[in-house]
């Protein structure tokens, strides 16, 4: 069941990657895989990419350990304080649904876990922790690969409207950081999401056909000295 989990939570993955981590053998990995393709499983394999399950398979629900609904309880009010409002939404429905598949000593942990858990912020750092906006419609072009084009003020006050390809989304500085290919800059640009002022979802398909991958990108920062990339 670990190994169909972790399969629906990745587009693919290979053996090596399966075994490392759930520490076992590439082998048993090979065994696993047969057994579950016997019972009626629907994964498949695509060269140089690896394994996956078929598009509509969902395993049916299963119960939570004490220390799955423990993190799943420190997370949501880290969510609720750090994300927008659309995605807090999200997040409280989601844990709703799984509330509705647990038993009811679990749901009563969870809930009990819950309720001793919660995040403080003294008013004097509110002003560090700007509020975000548009991660959801963020999330989904990244998702669809579509342009969005944004009003955006820089450090200095100053306003530039953009057309920009987003390959991901981080957070670092107490803030969320659009991560993005800008056509009128013709280079990777990182924007505070709470600096963006406007931003309008397109069709347009992504142009640039090459993205690097946002690790990539992150790992190029590393290397440049600290400043705002604008």
């Keep these: 069941m670990g ?9 693919y993955r290979s053996a090596e990657q399966l075994a490392t981590h759930f520490g076992i053998s590439v082998r048993t990995v090979f065994r696993d895989l047969r057994a579950m ?45 750090f ?35 919660a995040h403080y912020i003294p008013e004097i750092y509110e002003h560090m922790l700007p509020d975000n906006n548009y991660l959801t419609v963020i999330q989904n072009a990244i998702v669809h690969k579509t342009v969005l084009v944004l009003e955006y003020e820089n450090l200095h006050g100053e306003y530039s409207l953009r057309e920009v390809e987003p390959i991901g989304l981080t957070f670092y500085s107490l803030n969320w950081h659009l991560i993005a290919w800008c056509h009128s800059r013709r280079d990777y640009r990182d924007f505070r999401t709470s600096r963006i002022q ?7 398909p992504f142009r640039k056909t090459d993205h690097i991958e946002l690790n990539e990108y992150l790992q190029q920062m590393e290397l440049k000295p600290q400043q705002e990339f604008l």
């Design 3 to 11: 190994i169909i989990t972790h399969l629906q939570s990745k587009k």
């Design 198 to 204: 406007n931003l309008q979802t397109t069709i347009k």
């Design 37 to 81: 393709q016997e019972i009626g499983v629907p994964i498949s394999f695509e060269s140089g990419k690896g394994y996956c399950i078929a598009g509509g398979y969902f395993l049916p629900p299963v119960s939570l350990t004490l220390e799955e609904a423990n993190a799943l309880a420190l997370a949501e009010p880290l969510v609720l304080r």
């Design 83 to 117: 994300a927008d409002k659309e995605i807090a939404a999200h997040v409280g429905t989601a844990l709703a649904k799984i509330k509705m598949v647990l038993g009811a000593s679990q749901r009563e942990n969870l809930e009990q876990i819950q309720s001793k858990t």
